[in-house]
């Protein structure tokens, strides 16, 4: 009894811990931004104490401010001039362009976002894994290997920001009908928190 008591005490309590515990960090890291105000405008000259969470809201000012300014014709050509400048430094050019190609590739919803959750044999046939499609793949490496290549992403456990692009036959991917977000799921839980309702792969070779 007391054992059944412990574990369902730990099933609320650990996942509840964790998140209470990286809304901490966060909300702790995103009021760092009230630096980027002057000392008379902080919540602490105003109001003569701490706000939690105040940085959200100058966060939230700066980036509706920053797409305001960006989405007018003179913002972009002010921003298009900041990144020929950035352009020109060369460890900053390389970190800056990474960055700028991996949140576009996120937010922008365009051809370069992950399109649908896929099934694929790696690392070796008989064994499958899960990956997410990224986008058709290099015409160079289909050339190379004389067969159509989609570009697959299999994601790494817990952890999904690391893992391998393949390029992979187009004939050799499964489709699964799940959604990015229940296949991202599945693999942060370790494979513990499959989709409600999961259906056979549709047949290989299913368009994109």
């Known amino acids: 009894m007391i054992r059944r008591w412990l574990i369902a005490g730990l099933l609320v309590w650990v996942p ?3 998140t209470l515990l990286v809304i901490h960090f966060l909300v702790g890291l995103a009021d760092t931004s009230q630096l980027l105000l002057p000392s008379e405008l902080r919540p602490d000259a105003l109001f003569g104490f701490h706000v939690p969470g105040f940085g959200l809201i100058v966060i939230a000012v700066l980036v509706l401010g920053t797409g305001a300014l960006a989405a007018n014709v003179l913002g972009q050509r002010v921003l298009s ?4 400048l950035l352009a020109r430094v060369p460890l900053v050019r390389s970190v800056y362009g990474s960055m700028k190609k991996i949140t576009e590739a996120v937010f922008s919803g365009g051809s370069m976002s992950f ?3 896929v099934l694929i044999e790696y690392p070796r046939k008989g064994i499958w894994s899960i990956g997410f499609l990224a986008g058709d793949g290099m015409t160079e490496v ?3 290997v004389g067969s159509d290549c989609v570009s697959v992403f299999v994601p790494t456990t817990p952890n999904p920001t690391s893992g391998f692009i393949l390029q992979v036959p187009r004939a050799e991917v499964r489709m699964l009908p799940i959604s990015i977000e229940d296949g991202m799921r599945y693999v ?5 928190a499959p989709p409600d309702a999961p259906r056979s792969p549709d047949s290989p070779g299913a368009s994109t």
């Open 16 to 18: 509840l811990g964790a």
């Open 81 to 84: 001039a900041g990144e020929r």
């Open 115 to 117: 399109r649908r959750v």
């Open 142 to 144: 289909s050339k190379a």
């Open 188 to 192: 942060i839980s370790l494979g513990m």
